[in-house]
Every structure is written in C-alpha cells, then in structure tokens.
C-alpha cells in the first residue's frame, strides 16, 4: 500500500504534469511510494459554464473563489480518505520548514492540499480545513507551486525515496546549514578542492565538514545557531574565524 497519499484540490491541473514526471517525484511515483491525485475544482461547480469566482462582498479588486465548489471538492475526496488531513496553501498560513516537513513525512496519513487562487476563497471554507500552511513571507498567483513544494520536501524525507544519508546533511536538518561540496575535476579555472577533501583521511574529513558547516551558518544565517547546541570546540572555530575577517580588515585599511 502506498504510504503517501497527496491530493490536490486545483483550478489548473496541468501545472502539475512536469512535476509528476521529473526527478524524485517520478521515481516515488513508480515505486508507489506515494500517491498523487489531482482535482480541478471546476469540476464541482453548480452551473453550466462552471464558474467558480465572484465579486467580494463589500466591494474591493480581483475575484473570489467560491466556497461551495471548493467544499463540495473536499467532500468528495473525503469519502474515500475520511481520515485526510486538509491544508489551505496560504500566505496567512504556519511558515513551512525542514522540521514540519520531516514530521508530515513520518505519519502515515492522507493529505488533501487546497490551492487557492485569485484574491482568495470564501472565508466559509474554513471549517473544512485542518491546517493553514505558507511557503514565505510573499503573495504568489496560486497555490499550485507552494503544493510542488511541500510534496517535493515531504517525499524525499520518505524512508526509502532517497538514501538516508543524503537528507541526514541537508541544511536545516539539525540547524545548521550544509558544508560545501566540490566535484570532479580537481582544479576549475584554477580553484583547487580542497586538501583535506582529497586525502582520504574519513575522520579528519568528518571534522572539516562540521567546521565548514558551523562557518557557513555563522556568515549567511546567525538565527539558526540560537537552536544549535555549541561546544566548546564550536565556539573557538567561530571566534577563530572572527578575529581572522579583523585582522584581515585592519590589513585592507
């Protein structure tokens, strides 16, 4: 039985084809490893020229999902995944990140993700709805490509999608962002790898990672080493690092 059942409720179906046929997605697919099914909206409209927007109440620019479709659709998909948990795609939603992504991929559950589109939908959609998620803090045309996202970041944290050693690193994963990596060839426009990378020597490559990897989240994301654990060791590679960019200062001055 597949373990991941993704369902995505969508005014434009087509967006998705690539996606399911492109990279870790499609081999999850095959394996089924997970599951996605896609469902236009349009589909549950109660007219002949399947309109699914109007005007919002009390005037304003822009259109409005209806809610009747959209709760219709959820319905529908209900009936055979009772147990389904519902997620608007939303900039008002829980920011999404590597921690929330790695808990959604542990559970074995359905989840229905509702793409809004326009200005918005119907606020009466909200009973229906389990969880409000957002990819960041900025307003996109739809919710069609924060739901690749969530799936692509859910799926390959399935056990058994990718090696596991191959997220263990992945920056966020224990609040530290990645280390740097270097492939063939050695030298490129005269950039060498380096030394260490290239000797052979596991454990001395183990502590070069780390190091780099504290580094890398000192320069570009400081935020992230408040939830980091650091030793003694950790704090003298920072320090050291520091009062080498001043000392590199005062020789630039």
């Known amino acids: 039985m597949t ?38 909206i349009r589909t549950f409209a109660d007219n002949n020229h399947q309109q699914i927007d109007d005007a919002p109440y009390g005037g304003g620019s822009g259109m409005v999902l209806q809610a009747l479709p959209v709760i219709k659709t959820i319905n529908s998909i209900k009936t055979a995944h009772p147990t389904a948990q519902v997620i608007l795609l939303s900039p008002q939603g829980q920011q999404w ?4 992504a790695y808990s959604y991929s542990q559970k074995d559950i359905n989840y229905i993700l509702v793409c809004g589109h326009y200005e918005g939908i119907d606020e009466r959609i909200m009973p229906y709805i389990d969880a409000e998620v957002s990819i960041g803090d900025y307003v996109l045309t739809g919710g069609e490509l924060p739901a690749m996202v969530i799936i692509d970041s859910i799926t390959r944290l399935i056990p058994g999608v990718i ?7 992945d920056s966020f994963n224990n609040s530290l962002l990645d280390y740097p990596t270097y492939t063939r060839p050695e030298v490129v426009l005269g950039m060498k790898v380096p030394a260490i990378l290239t000797s052979g020597h596991h454990e001395k490559i183990a502590q070069y990672r780390h190091q780099q990897a504290l580094l890398n989240t000192y320069k570009k994301r400081k935020d992230l080493l408040k939830k980091y654990p650091l030793s003694v060791k950790d704090k003298q590679i920072i320090e050291e690092y ?12």
């Open 3 to 40: 373990k991941n059942q993704f369902t995505i409720v969508t005014l434009f179906p087509n967006a998705f084809n690539d996606f399911m046929q492109t990279s870790i997605v499609k081999r999850a697919i095959s394996k089924k490893q997970i599951n996605i099914d896609i469902v236009d």
């Open 163 to 169: 090696v596991t050693d191959s997220h263990l690193n």
């Open 97 to 100: 990140n590597h921690q929330l």
């Open 242 to 253: 520091k009062l080498s960019i001043k000392k590199s200062r005062r020789k630039e001055q």
